[in-house]
C-alpha cells in the first residue's frame, strides 16, 4: 500500500467521475447518479483500505518520516526570478493519526450524502458534477502537506458550495450563497497573505545543496530553517509573528464557525439542500478547527501557548452561545445549525488544553460530530420532504405515525446530547477532562460545561414538540422511512452506537500523533528561545 498513491487516488477520484458525468446525457439522470454513488463508494472502500493498512503507533509533527502514504515529487520548479531566485512547489501528502480519522469522515459523509441527493431532480447533471467536485476539494484539504497544495485544495470547495446552495436550495438561497462565499473568502485572504509570508521566511536544503524557498508545512514547522531575515522568523524579533497567527487563525475560525464569525452558517443550512446541509456540517466545518490544529498549533507554538485562553474562551462562547440560539429555535433545521455552532465550540476547548485527553478529545468530537449531525440533518430532510414544513410547533404525535422515525432521531439526539454509551458521550469527556486539567482554563471548563444541561433543554424539548401529545390530522397520512433512508440513516447509527461502546478502534488511530503533538507544543517555547539567545 505504501507504492500505491492511494491519497491521490481517493482525493482525485471524484474528479474523473465528474468528468465521466460531464459526457452522460442530462437525461440520463439515473445514470448520473448511479455513477456518482460509484464513485463514492469506490472513494470509501479505499478509505477503509487506508485505515486497514494505517500503522498506529506512528505519530509525529515536524518529521516526514512520521507521516504515512507519502506522496511527494516536484509539481512547479521555476527560476530566473531577480529578486526571489526559484520557486519551487512540490506535490506533497500524507497522513498521521489526526488526518486519517477526518479522511475516512469526509469519505462516509460524501456516500451517504450521495444517498441523500437521490431526491435531486433540477439539473441533476449540474448537481453532481459539483458535488463530486467538492468531495475532492475536502478531501484534498486532509491529505495535502504543502502549503500551496493545502491553499488550492481549501479554495477549491468555495465554488461549487456556492453553487449547490445558490443554485439548489430555498427560497433565500442567493442570499445564503453568497454571504457564505464572502465570509470564507474573506477568511481565505488572510490565511493567503500568511501563507505567502511563511513562504518567504522559510527555506529548505535541495539535494543538490541548494537553498530554496519552501511552501512544506513541515519544514515551516522546523525552527532552524528559517531565514533570520524573514518577517515571521522568531529569529526577528518583532510583532509580525503575533498578527500572522491572529489573521490565520480568523481565517480558519471563520469556517468552524467561531463567534462572531458564526452568522453564516445558520443562513447557509436553512437555505442549503438536505444533502449539502450534511456535507457542510459532517465535514467542511472540521476544516477550520483541522487548519488551526495541523497549522497554526505547529507553525507558532509559542504564540500559540500564549493565546491559549483566548482560545477556550471563544470556545466557552461558542458552546454557552449556540446553545441558547438553538434552545430560542422554532425552526428544526436552524436549531440543529445552532447546535453544530455549540458543539464546535467543544472542540476549541479540547484543543486548547494542549494535552494529550483534551486534544483526542477535540479530534475525536469532529469526527463524533460529523457522523451526528449528518443524522440531525438527514432526519430534519427526512420530515420536510413529506410535510414540505420545518416548524416545530407544526407537528406533534409523531411517534405513533412514524415510529421508525422517532427512534432514529431519539439515538441521534441523545447522541448530541453526549449520552453514556453513545459516542459523543466519550469524545466531549475527553474533552472537559482534558481542558480541566490545565489550570489556566478550568474556571472556562466549568463555566463550558452549562452546554450540556442547555444541549438537552432544547434537544428533549424538539423530541417533545414533535412527537409527543396528539397527532395532527394532517398527518395522518404521513409514511415511515423509505429504504433508501435505512441506508442513510443505519450506517450512521451503526458507527455511534460502536464507538460509544468501544473508542479504542477510534482512539488508538490517533494517540501517537496527539502525544507527538503535545510533546511539540511543550517543548516550544524552550526551543524557540534556544534560538533566540
Known amino acids: 500500500m505504501q507504492n500505491f498513491p492511494i491519497l491521490s487516488f481517493i482525493t482525485l477520484l471524484p474528479i474523473l467521475g465528474m468528468v465521466i458525468i460531464l459526457f452522460i446525457p442530462k437525461k440520463q439522470e439515473i445514470v448520473i447518479k448511479s455513477t456518482t454513488l460509484a464513485i463514492t463508494a469506490i472513494q470509501l472502500i479505499a478509505a477503509i483500505i487506508l485505515l486497514k493498512n494505517f500503522n498506529y503507533a506512528l505519530g509525529g509533527v515536524n518529521d516526514p518520516s512520521s507521516f504515512q502514504f507519502i506522496e511527494k515529487f516536484r509539481w512547479i520548479d521555476i527560476t530566473g526570478f531577480s529578486w526571489i531566485g526559484r520557486i519551487k512547489i512540490d506535490y506533497f501528502m500524507g497522513i498521521d493519526g489526526i488526518s486519517v480519522p477526518l479522511v475516512l469522515l469526509t469519505a462516509i459523509i460524501s456516500f451517504i450524502a450521495t444517498l441523500s441527493s437521490w431526491t435531486i431532480n433540477k439539473s441533476v447533471k449540474g448537481y453532481f458534477a459539483m458535488f463530486l467536485l467538492l468531495d475532492t476539494g475536502m478531501m484534498g484539504v486532509f491529505v495535502a502537506l504543502d502549503f500551496f497544495l493545502f491553499y488550492i485544495f481549501w479554495e477549491l470547495m468555495l465554488l461549487p458550495m456556492y453553487f449547490l446552495i445558490g443554485i439548489w436550495g430555498g427560497p433565500r438561497r442567493e442570499y445564503a450563497a453568497i454571504k457564505f462565499f464572502l465570509y470564507t473568502l474573506f477568511g481565505s485572504i488572510f490565511i493567503l497573505i500568511v501563507m505567502i509570508a511563511l513562504y518567504f521566511s522559510t527555506t529548505e536544503v535541495l539535494a543538490d545543496g541548494t537553498k530554496v524557498f519552501t511552501f512544506n508545512m513541515l519544514s515551516m514547522m522546523n525552527p532552524q530553517n528559517f531565514t533570520a531575515t524573514g518577517i515571521l522568523s522568531p529569529l526577528n524579533p518583532n510583532n509580525l509573528r503575533l498578527i500572522a497567527y491572529i489573521g490565520l487563525f480568523v481565517g480558519f475560525a471563520i469556517?468552524?464557525?467561531?463567534?462572531?464569525?458564526?452568522?453564516?452558517?445558520?443562513?447557509?443550512?436553512?437555505?442549503?439542500?438536505?444533502?449539502?446541509?450534511?456535507?457542510?456540517?459532517?465535514?467542511?466545518?472540521?476544516?477550520?478547527?483541522?487548519?488551526?490544529?495541523?497549522?497554526?498549533?505547529?507553525?507558532?507554538?509559542?504564540?500559540?501557548?500564549?493565546?491559549?485562553?483566548?482560545?477556550a474562551l471563544f470556545g466557552?462562547?461558542?458552546?454557552?452561545?449556540?446553545?441558547?440560539?438553538?434552545?430560542?429555535?422554532?425552526?428544526?433545521?436552524?436549531?440543529?445549525?445552532?447546535?453544530?455552532?455549540?458543539?464546535?465550540?467543544?472542540?476549541?476547548?479540547?484543543?486548547?488544553?494542549?494535552?494529550?485527553?483534551?486534544?483526542?478529545?477535540?479530534?475525536?468530537?469532529?469526527?463524533?460530530?460529523?457522523?451526528?449531525?449528518?443524522?440531525?440533518?438527514?432526519?430534519?430532510?427526512?420530515?420536510?420532504?413529506?410535510?414540505?414544513?420545518?416548524?416545530?410547533?407544526?407537528?406533534?404525535?409523531?411517534?405513533?405515525?412514524?415510529?421508525?422515525?422517532?427512534?432514529?432521531t431519539t439515538l441521534a439526539f441523545f447522541a448530541a446530547i453526549g449520552l453514556p454509551g453513545l459516542s459523543g458521550f466519550v469524545s466531549e469527556a475527553f474533552v472537559f477532562l482534558g481542558a480541566f486539567g490545565f489550570t489556566s482554563i478550568r474556571t472556562l471548563t466549568v463555566i463550558s460545561t452549562l452546554g450540556i444541561l442547555l444541549g438537552a433543554g432544547y434537544m428533549l424539548w424538539a423530541?417533545?414538540?414533535?412527537?409527543?401529545?396528539?397527532?395532527?390530522d394532517k398527518w395522518a397520512s404521513l409514511k415511515d422511512l423509505t429504504f433508501r433512508e435505512y441506508a442513510m440513516l443505519v450506517p450512521l447509527s451503526l458507527i455511534v452506537l460502536f464507538l460509544g461502546i468501544y473508542p479504542a478502534t477510534m482512539l488508538n488511530l490517533m494517540n501517537s500523533s496527539v502525544n507527538a503533538m503535545v510533546k511539540f507544543m511543550a517543548n516550544a517555547q524552550t526551543m524557540y528561545g534556544s534560538l533566540l539567545h
Open 255 to 311: 469556517k468552524i464557525p467561531m463567534f462572531p464569525f458564526h452568522t453564516w452558517l445558520p443562513d447557509a443550512h436553512v437555505e442549503a439542500p438536505t444533502a449539502i446541509s450534511v456535507i457542510l456540517a459532517g465535514v467542511l466545518l472540521k476544516m477550520g478547527t483541522y487548519g488551526i490544529l495541523r497549522v497554526c498549533f505547529p507553525i507558532f507554538p509559542e504564540i500559540t501557548r500564549q493565546l491559549v485562553w483566548y482560545i
Open 316 to 408: 466557552m462562547i461558542n458552546i454557552i452561545y449556540g446553545a441558547l440560539c438553538a434552545l430560542a429555535q422554532k425552526d428544526f433545521k436552524k436549531m440543529i445549525a445552532y447546535s453544530s455552532i455549540s458543539h464546535m465550540g467543544l472542540v476549541l476547548l479540547g484543543m486548547a488544553s494542549l494535552n494529550s485527553m483534551g486534544i483526542t478529545g477535540a479530534v475525536f468530537q469532529m469526527f463524533n460530530h460529523g457522523t451526528i449531525t449528518a443524522m440531525l440533518f438527514l432526519i430534519v430532510g427526512v420530515i420536510y420532504d413529506r410535510a414540505h414544513t420545518r416548524g416545530l410547533d407544526e407537528f406533534g404525535g409523531l411517534a405513533t405515525q412514524m415510529p421508525i422515525y422517532a427512534g432514529f
Open 463 to 472: 423530541m417533545q414538540r414533535v412527537f409527543l401529545g396528539s397527532l395532527k
